[in-house]
């Protein structure tokens, strides 16, 4: 039987993630305490004890969240068939699969998280969610508004069918929320993040994220890895690090991903890292697979 790792990205963190096992497995503490290392301050403090302020600070958010679903991975010690993370999951599916050392892709995490939160300060912006409506309708509704280059909203996540974020300049988020509002959404919800996430509002951290990734040793994964950008397989190095590239400003196509993840085999499908936003999604997206956590 076929498996699937995922590993979330932000809005998954929570005070306490990993602190028995730091307590209780001298693997999973070494590695926290290599992380503490490499970054330069005691990462492991923020994780364990917060405060929440500080731990949901984009800076310290991603790497947090990719040390701790990394360094429960490793504990698990299994080989996957396949991998794929939620956009900054996708950092720490490349590192499990292979693909980046540790050391490199934690450096690329910390310097992703300060450049986009830098990005977020430069150019505010917003993010909502859009629960029942069909793609095609958010997609046309986010092109009629985008009018002007500093008037710009786009879906960001396609999370599960009927469950979209969208991301962009906050009065475009505003105007986009009030049709959806009036096309029957079931929900619409702005989120609290520090910035438009998977937008061109993140244009800023592009050139510099780019030369840290061109400068890494990228391997040929142990297992299949899923591309945010394409929602598809692929064993290449050099097309995983151009999608990578790409993530940035493009969504997450987390629904495709996970379709096409089935249609390749995987029968089971097991979220590793901070709570079960995942494995909820996997819950809505698919039917007759088996859904399990580590955290």
Not at 138 to 146: G, N, S, W
Not at 253 to 265: A, E, V
């Amino acid at each position: 039987m076929k498996k699937a790792y995922l590993f979330p990205g932000q809005g998954s963190q929570k005070t306490g993630m990993g602190l028995d096992h730091y307590r209780f497995n001298s693997d999973f503490r070494k590695r926290c305490d290599e992380a503490n290392d490499i970054l330069g301050y005691r990462l492991a403090d923020i994780m364990f004890e917060g405060p929440e302020e500080s731990l949901t600070q984009t800076k310290h958010t991603q790497p947090a969240l990719f040390v701790h679903a990394f360094s429960l991975f490793e504990i698990l010690g299994q080989r996957p068939d396949m991998v794929a993370g939620h956009s900054l999951g996708e950092y720490t599916a490349l590192a499990a699969s292979g693909v980046l050392h540790f050391e490199d892709a934690l450096r690329a995490v910390k310097r992703r998280g300060e450049l986009m939160q830098d990005a977020g300060e430069s150019q505010p912006g917003a993010m909502a969610a859009i629960i029942g409506l069909d793609d095609e309708v958010v997609e046309r509704v986010c092109d009629e508004i985008c009018s002007e280059p500093d008037h710009v909203v786009t879906p960001a996540n396609y999370n599960t069918k009927g469950q979209l974020v969208i991301s962009g300049h906050i009065p475009a988020v505003d105007e986009a929320m009030d049709k959806f509002k009036e096309a029957g959404a079931k929900i619409v919800k702005k989120l609290p993040v520090s910035g438009a996430f998977h937008s061109p509002l993140m244009s800023p951290a592009r050139d510099e994220l780019n030369t840290i990734l061109d400068a890494l040793a990228f391997q040929k994964p142990a297992a299949g890895v899923y591309s945010n950008v394409t929602g598809t397989v692929s064993h290449d190095p050099d097309v995983i690090r151009e999608n990578l590239k790409q993530q940035l400003l493009k969504p997450v196509r987390w629904s495709q991903t996970l379709s096409n993840m089935h249609q390749d085999g995987a029968k089971h499908f097991v979220e590793v890292g901070s709570g079960n936003v995942l494995q909820g999604l996997v819950k809505r997206t698919l039917k007759g697979v088996g859904i399990s956590g580590f955290q």
